[in-house]
T-cell receptor, first 117, second 114 residues
Framework: GNSVTQMEGPVTLSEEAFLTINCTYT??????LFWYVQYPGEGLQLLLK?????DKGSNKGFEATYRKETTSFHLEKGSVQVSDSAVYFC????????????????FGQGTILTVHP | ETGVTQTPRHLVMGMTNKKSLKCEQH?????MYWYKQSAKKPLELMFV???????ENNSVPSRFSPECPNSSHLFLHLHTLQPEDSALYLC?????????????FGNGTRLTVT
């Protein structure tokens, strides 16, 4: 079956530090990969996505590259801000050849990020 | 205003109560979803509706009953819940059910079962 594994949190950084949150996946078909972010008291928001191998998703200074050879989709940001404090979820949507996935996302367990001034 | 609106934001109910969660999307999407978010567990997909037809029921207990009267509205009817059902229930929508179609989430209903 499909699965997503994220690095254990919580992650605590100082402002302007470099961020990496690791994500690896297992999928049986042709997955698209996503990073979602959840700010306190809110639902999840799509941060970025990549739909095929070697694609790079980017948004708000965050980047992640779809690495099929290592089945990874690590999230990076060069300089974090206090406002980046949130929970980050890696997810995949798998589609077997000739089929659909009905938007069925498989999520990782989430990584809490706290950025201090 | 978020494109996906959930009400109520918070709900406390006893195990013998009957209540309903409501979700409305203003994005013109064709698919809607219920997810359950429990502490320290990955999000769990509960139900998927595509054009008002249920296309997935992810082994959810019958005490949770979804209803999708049209493509803009989704309900989750609750009855005789258990304390372990306490969680954040998230509604989401997407333009279609293709795997590249990202989900748009509401802010969730925080449910506490006493």
């Amino acid at each position: 079956g499909n699965s997503v594994t994220q690095m254990e949190g919580p992650v605590t950084l100082s402002e302007e530090a470099f961020l990496t949150i690791n994500c690896t996946y297992t999928a049986t078909g042709y997955p698209s990969l996503f990073w979602y972010v959840q700010y306190p008291g809110e639902g999840l928001q799509l941060l970025l996505k990549a739909t095929k191998a070697d694609d790079k998703g980017s948004n708000k200074g965050f980047e992640a590259t779809y690495r099929k050879e290592t089945t990874s989709f690590h999230l990076e940001k060069g300089s974090v801000q206090v406002s980046d404090s949130a929970v980050y979820f890696c997810a995949l949507s798998d589609r077997k050849a000739g089929g659909t996935s009905y938007g069925k996302l498989t999520f990782g367990q989430g990584t809490i990020l706290t950025v201090h001034p | 205003e978020t494109g996906v609106t959930q009400t109520p934001r918070h709900l406390v109910m006893g195990m013998t109560n009957k209540k309903s969660l409501k979700c409305e999307q203003h994005l013109g999407h064709n698919a809607m979803y219920w997810y359950k978010q429990s502490a320290k567990k990955p999000l769990e997909l509960m139900f998927v509706y595509s054009l008002e037809e249920r296309v997935e029921n992810n082994s959810v207990p019958s005490r949770f009953s979804p209803e999708c009267p049209n493509s803009s509205h989704l309900f989750l009817h609750l009855h005789t819940l258990q304390p372990e059902d306490s969680a954040l229930y998230l509604c989401a929508s997407s333009p279609s059910t293709g795997n590249n179609s990202p989900l748009h989430f509401g802010n969730g209903t925080r449910l506490t079962v006493t």
